[in-house]
């Protein structure tokens, strides 16, 4: 399962809220709830994610088994 918990983590290091995302990056609000609920997002958002927080996919993305995230 892909999980989004990185790029909160991110988004905190580098101070870019949630707002920040939407209003002066025009990141649409159904996009951060994708997000939030570990929905699948294009590779285009990722990417887009990565420009704005100048990170890696590491820093938005990771991989857990089934079982991990169960916890």
């Given at each position: 399962m892909i999980t989004y918990d990185p790029l909160w983590k991110t988004m905190?290091?580098?101070?870019?809220?949630q707002y920040s995302l939407i209003k002066n990056f025009h990141i649409s609000p159904a996009q951060?709830?994708?997000?939030?609920?570990?929905e699948s997002v294009?590779?285009?958002t990722i990417d887009t994610f990565c420009e704005i927080?100048?990170?890696?996919?590491?820093?938005?993305?990771?991989?857990?088994k089934a079982s991990q995230t169960d916890n």
């Open positions: 905190k290091q580098k101070n870019v809220s951060i709830t994708r997000l939030k609920r570990n294009s590779t285009h927080l100048d990170c890696s996919v590491s820093d938005i993305m990771e991989y857990k």
